[in-house]
């Protein structure tokens, strides 16, 4: 059976995906699925050291399209993890080192030695986004609830649904104590003026600059708030029915500020 | 403390300015996007203004201004006069109150009539009409008894 090929994507940089990559695919294979996480921002790649693999890098993406490698021998398998592995970006090349067709090639090959494939992909709608939506068949966008990440995660919702890609949106680092004073938009605010279904919540967590700073993805820590949120997003995509919480009832604050997601 | 002041004296919370600017900003982008939405869109427009009056099709223009809360289509379409080139086609959806075609219904047999309570589901489907004069009725409808999904007379053979 082809795995679950979702690629993760914002239009606009810095919003987290690639650490939501890394989670999600964290979570995902603690749950016990087998993932592949593709590092698609050719030229920044960065998903190898958010998950701390990057010393261990032999082949990368470029290498395995211009058959200088097997596929396999380019995957870097996680040390913690066992059934997740981690397909690197070349840093050296550029996004047009390789077209939409053989990123869909390759993807598909992953596909089929794994549950999910997650893919990050670059930010921008240019050459690179087209190469990272190329091979899924899912999207996941990462969005802050910033005016200027929105508008771009509305772009980027555009292009996929050009493409007939069924996607669902993260909202990343919401704080609720400043949704509860009006200074910051809701999740509600975001998902009205996306018109996307959510899949999950993040709340903005210094702890995740701290595990980053490690290598070390925040959803393998054990007694993590957002280990526990990454995990429920797993489940989500698993078609489980995780409820939200809401972040903005005011009188359900000290409650919910433990139990986001 | 701040959030105690600006409440006080009614200062509108920054979010709910960011959700109004974003409504804005991405109407306007999505209508700049779509080209061809906006073509059709005035395609349109000229088309049923054109069931009434003659106009320029040539000379058509339909832009979007932003204004302070809200998008508006402005529409330039210059009508050369009111003489209907062809009578106007019935619009796809009609009206629940009388059409005009339903005039000759009158004739209808009541026992007839009668039936048509019984069987509101099936309905013609809107698109069974055809423009211009409808054929004979057979009296399977009155008028008082339409709900608007048969607002129209159906095709029939006289």
């Known amino acids: 059976m082809s795995a679950r090929r979702i690629v993760f994507t914002s239009g606009k940089g810095g919003v987290g995906k690639t650490t939501t990559t890394a989670n999600v695919g964290a979570a995902l294979a603690k749950s016990g699925k087998r993932v592949v996480l593709v590092d698609a921002d050719i030229g920044l790649r960065n998903l190898d050291l958010v998950l701390g693999v990057e010393k261990r890098i032999v082949f990368d993406l470029v290498e395995v399209v211009e058959g200088r490698c097997q596929l396999r021998q380019a995957l870097i398998k996680d040390k913690r993890l ?9 840093q050296t090349r550029d996004k047009t080192a390789i077209s939409e067709l053989q990123m869909a090639e390759v993807t598909a090959q992953l596909g089929e030695m794994c549950d999910y494939v997650l893919i990050d992909c670059p930010a921008g709608i240019e050459h690179g986004f087209r190469n990272a939506i190329a091979g899924a068949t899912e999207a996941i966008v990462v969005t802050t609830p910033e005016v200027s990440a929105i508008r771009d995660a509305d772009r980027v919702i555009g292009k996929l ?3 007939g890609l069924p996607l669902r949106l993260i909202v990343n680092r919401i704080r609720p104590e400043m949704v509860r004073s009006g200074d910051m938009l809701s999740v509600e605010d975001v998902t009205d003026i ?5 899949v999950g919540i993040v709340p903005d967590d210094e ?6 700073n490690r290598g070390e993805p925040i959803a ?9 949120i990454y995990a429920k997003i797993a489940r989500r995509l698993e078609g489980e029915l995780v409820p939200f919480t ?13 139990k986001a997601g | 403390m701040f959030e105690f002041f600006n409440r006080l004296f009614g200062t509108k919370p920054s979010s709910a300015t960011a959700k109004e600017r974003l409504r804005l900003v991405l109407l306007s982008d999505h209508l700049s996007l779509a080209p061809d939405v906006v073509e ?6 000229i088309e049923v203004i054109s069931r009434y009056c003659e106009v320029d099709a040539a000379n058509c223009d339909v832009t979007f201004e932003r204004q302070d809360k809200a998008v508006a289509m402005l529409a330039n379409i210059p009508i050369l006069g009111m003489q209907r080139p062809k009578p106007p086609a019935p619009p796809p959806a009609a009206p629940p109150q009388a059409p005009p075609g339903l005039a000759d219904e009158p004739a209808a047999s009541p026992a007839l009539a009668t039936t048509t309570p019984s069987v509101p589901e099936q309905a013609p489907a809107p698109t069974a009409k055809v423009p211009g004069k409808p054929g004979g009725s057979n009296g399977r409808r009155r008028r008082r008894k339409n709900n608007g999904v048969q607002g129209a007379p159906r095709p029939q053979p006289t």
Do not use: W
Not at chain 1, 220 to 228: C, K, M, V
Not at chain 2, 40 to 45: S, T
């Open chain 2, 40 to 45: 059709a869109l005035k395609n349109d427009l």
């Open chain 1, 220 to 228: 393998l820590s054990p007694d993590s708030r957002l280990a526990a």
């Open chain 1, 207 to 212: 702890e995740v600059i701290d595990t980053t």
């Open chain 1, 194 to 198: 996306l018109a996307a279904e959510l």
């Open chain 1, 161 to 163: 649904n050009e493409r």
């Open chain 1, 246 to 258: 809401s972040l903005t009832t005011p009188g359900l604050f000290e409650r919910l500020f433990g």
């Open chain 1, 82 to 90: 066992e059934n997740l592995s981690i397909l690197p970006a070349a």
